[in-house]
């Protein structure tokens, strides 16, 4: 009995010596830094990957959107309304009037 309270005591003032607690504090250190870096790691990796799923929402809603124009496009209306939009024609026999903003209308006929 006595001589397992003697190893017991000597255990503890090895372990708690000035040297074992340095060492100790040294793996800790070594051990923290990885870990912060990881997690750090971690984080940035979420913020892109939430970031290019936005990104990909956004894309699909395009295409969706130029899908959705493309068959407007591959009908005889909306040929017609593009080139009425774009170059300002009509068909044979309609007029086109011209509204001009103020009161001087001399020589406007």
Known sequence: MWLEFYEKRKLRRIVYSKPA???????????VFPTWNAY????????KKEEV?????????????????IQ????PEGIEEELRKKFDVGKEGEEIYV???GGNTKGVQ
Do not use: Q, W
């Open 21 to 31: 607690v340095a060492l100790a504090g040294t793996i800790f250190v070594l051990l």
């Open 53 to 69: 799923a936005r990104e990909v929402a956004a894309l699909k809603e395009r295409m969706e959107r130029l899908e959705s124009e």
């Open 99 to 101: 509204l001009i903003e």
């Open 72 to 75: 407007r496009l591959a009908t």
């Open 40 to 47: 750090s790691k971690m984080r940035i990796s979420a913020e």
